[in-house]
């Protein structure tokens, strides 16, 4: 069973750039989260999606960051524009609770602002 | 509202010693489920065991068990006979019931094994 894909793995921009971040979770898993790790925290969850619609969203910077998840499958985060604190690992995860409860995670991708 | 709360920031212990890693949570919801992750400097982020807040016994996997206390809401994490690739970053999570579960991490404990 292949893993969460991310891609890419490394991005440095200039702040007020934009930026996007692509999520493939496992397949047949319906719930998929985006998680903002800053180093040395723990991940904050900014979105959940639960198929293509919305669980949770209230951590999301809306006025800069949005995600969608066309078809319910692969997911897309973006952020526009960027600021020098939206440096972190952005990691996704997908889960399917009604056969594994627990989240798998994807590698992440580091973002540097600059 | 969840919240977790992991109140070491770090923990030394000796190969082959046990060690406990502590986690409380917070929580309105009847019913939820608890997790801990281990993050390795590498940075994927890999899941050790899983307790419901239903579930009548301890969760246990290989040398991996949580000491759940419902009343006190508290869910360690028991490392037995611990090893040197154990040395990593250690998370606490919880996901909720309502709101098809809203998922919640520490902010983490960094364990290091001492050879």
């Known amino acids: 069973e292949a893993g969460v894909a991310q891609s890419p793995r490394y991005k440095i921009i200039e702040k007020r750039q934009s930026v996007a971040f692509w999520c493939n979770p496992i397949?047949?898993?319906?719930?998929l989260y985006w998680y903002q790790q800053i180093l040395g925290q723990g991940p904050k969850l900014l979105i959940q999606?639960?198929?293509?619609?919305?669980?949770?969203d209230s951590q999301l910077p809306k006025d800069r960051f949005s995600a969608e998840r066309l078809k319910g499958v692969d997911s897309t985060l973006k952020i526009q524009p960027a600021k020098l604190e939206d440096s972190a690992v952005y990691l996704c995860?997908?889960?399917?609770?009604?056969?594994?409860?627990?989240?798998?995670f994807g590698p992440g991708t580091r973002l540097t602002v600059l | 509202a969840q919240k977790i709360t992991q109140t070491q920031p770090g923990m030394f212990v000796q190969e082959k010693e046990a060690v406990t890693l502590d986690c409380t949570y917070d929580?309105?919801?009847?019913?939820?489920?608890l997790f801990w992750y281990k993050q390795p400097s590498s940075g994927e982020m890999i899941f050790l065991i899983y307790?419901?807040?239903?579930?009548?016994q301890n969760a246990t996997e290989g040398r991996y068990s949580l000491n759940f206390q419902k009343a006190r809401k508290s869910a360690n994490l028991v490392i037995s006979a611990s090893q040197l690739g154990d040395s990593a970053m250690y998370f606490c999570?919880?996901?909720?019931?309502?709101?098809?579960?809203?998922?919640?991490f520490g902010d983490g404990t960094t364990l290091t094994v001492k050879p």
């Open positions: 397949s047949g898993h319906a719930t």
């Open positions: 999606f639960q198929n293509n619609g919305v669980v949770d």
């Open positions: 999570a919880m996901e909720g019931s309502t709101n098809a579960g809203k998922s919640t």
């Open positions: 307790q419901g807040s239903y579930d009548e």
């Open positions: 929580t309105s919801d009847q019913s939820y489920g």
């Open positions: 995860a997908s889960s399917h609770p009604g056969r594994s409860k627990w989240q798998f």
